[in-house]
């Protein structure tokens, strides 16, 4: 009788204990659901040398011999470390610092992570001629630019 007189006391007690918890879980905010939209951020971080770039289709990659992947250059801003350097639109970056280029998002990457000030070797195919590009990332103090995957 002991024994069930105890085991009663213990289910009451686990049953409290779990409306309680269940109590204080309940009264905790939701965060709410994540929204998409664009708007403009302010951004200090990395470096820029002052160029767009694309990604190369399979197409465009058969018609350079030679070339396994790469970014083509499709704007270059005057007065940028690009332009100072001799870029021009329709190059196609293929390496980076000796790293192979494989895509836009990863020469992003590698430009951004170099710091401002330290040149570094850039090749690129021209007119169907490989070359190296000396270029001097800078460090960006502040940009201002639409994002659509933050709010």
Known sequence: M???RFGIFGLILAGCVAAAVGTLVAQEPR???ERRGRFMMLDGRGSQIGVMVQDLDAEELKGLSGVTSGV???DVDSES???KA???EGDVVVEFDGERIRSARQFSRLVSE???GRSVKLGIVRNGQRQTIDVMPESRAFSWGFDGDRI
């Open 114 to 116: 170099t710091v401002g």
């Open 31 to 33: 965060p709410e659901p």
């Open 2 to 4: 002991k024994m069930f």
């Open 86 to 88: 001799g870029l021009q």
């Open 81 to 83: 470390p690009a332009a």
């Open 72 to 74: 083509r250059i499709s």
